[in-house]
């Protein structure tokens, strides 16, 4: 127990340490003024369009950070996950994690447009899904930061990125750490980013066999709260109804708090990789509780923990391009 506290301490004083938004090697790098003489409206258009998308619709703001996450997962935060299938592109769109998951597409198209408008050729798709995944938190209610900028967008995508790199509901504890470490996050951002399932949904497949096989047996998910799982299955029959939705935070599905982690301690954490946190790893369990306990410390480590994945090998300087369509890289566009 002592070692585990001295590790967590040491991971938190790692935390306080100055980020740096640097790419030594290329000379590129991120800072929030980025557009500020470019397109100074930027921001504020950003945030105009993603709050009226939740107004719509509460769940979109889980969508659109779950876009942010899906992006910096393959290839980096360079808006890979944008683009749709092309002569030389298969899109990152028909991946596991992504069919008939990852949405919100349309909403990124509407800002593109409104700020080619404002400013042309100016802001990248990528920085776009930086600032609405930190506008979508802020909306639901949870911590706000400033976003880094600078990010440029791909030319190209990965559909086996996609397939290995994103965490999986299903993924070991090893398999979901390991996945993180190679994006160089580490278990406090893992556990502090985990806290994003506390707004929006996922679907039963995610999680059927928690319900009725968890080890090849035939049998439920130990673990999880036996009253929970009864009602879960009213829903997601054994087999059927496999794009049926159900919150991943029961009690605010829609709220951007400390809940999730609470109920991951009371057993009704919904997907695997939720309740691995508490079963698999003494200090990932410490971290879920004191999260559960105090929200201010986990709003101020996701923010934290947001601001170090979007860093993740973002395209700078002469590197990528400022795509004109979030869906097309600009020499397509330019012969459509």
């Not at 042309?120 to 930190?134: E, F, G, H, Q, Y």
């Not at 086996?160 to 160089?184: D, E, H, Y």
């Not at 096989?213 to 029959?237: E, H, I, K, M, V």
Request: glycine share 6%; proline share 4%; hydrophobic share 35%.
């Amino acid at each position: 127990m002592a070692q585990s506290l001295s590790f967590l301490l040491a991971l938190s004083l790692l935390a306080l340490v100055p980020l740096c938004f640097c790419d030594k090697t290329l000379g590129g790098y991120l800072y929030p003024q980025f557009y500020d003489h470019s397109c100074p409206r930027a921001t504020e258009i950003v945030k105009s369009v993603v709050a009226k998308a939740v107004a719509r619709e509460a769940r979109m703001a889980a969508s659109l950070l779950r876009l942010h996450f899906h992006d910096c997962f393959v290839q980096g935060c360079d808006a890979s996950i944008l683009l749709d299938s092309s002569n030389n592109i298969i899109t990152e769109k028909r991946s596991v994690p992504n069919q008939n998951s990852a949405r919100g597409f349309e909403v990124i198209d509407e800002i593109k447009s409104a700020l080619e408008k404002e400013c042309p050729n100016r802001v990248s798709c990528a920085d776009i899904l930086a600032l609405a995944a930190r506008d979508s938190t802020v909306l639901s209610g949870g911590p706000n930061w400033e976003v880094p900028l600078g990010r440029r967008d791909s030319k190209g995508a990965s559909l086996s990125g996609s397939n290995n790199n994103i965490p999986a509901p299903n993924n070991t504890f090893q398999t979901v750490l390991t996945k993180f470490k190679r994006q160089k996050l580490n278990i406090v951002d893992l556990v502090a980013l985990s806290g994003s399932h506390t707004i929006g949904n996922a679907r039963c497949t995610s999680f059927r066999q928690r319900l009725y096989n968890q080890s090849g047996n035939g049998l439920a998910d130990f673990t999880l709260d036996q009253s929970y799982a009864a009602q879960l299955r009213t829903r997601c029959p054994r087999s059927g109804g496999d794009q049926t939705l159900f919150f991943l935070d029961f009690v605010s599905p829609t709220k951007f708090d400390n809940s999730y982690f609470k109920n991951l301690l009371a057993s009704k954490g919904l997907l695997n990789s939720d309740e691995i946190l508490i079963t698999k790893s003494q200090v990932t369990k410490q971290l879920v509780q004191q999260y559960a306990e105090n929200s201010e410390l986990f709003f101020e480590q996701f923010a934290k923990s947001m601001v170090k994945m979007g860093n993740i090998s973002p395209l700078t300087g002469s590197r990528g391009e400022i795509r004109k369509r979030c869906r097309k890289i600009n020499s397509i566009n330019q012969n459509a």
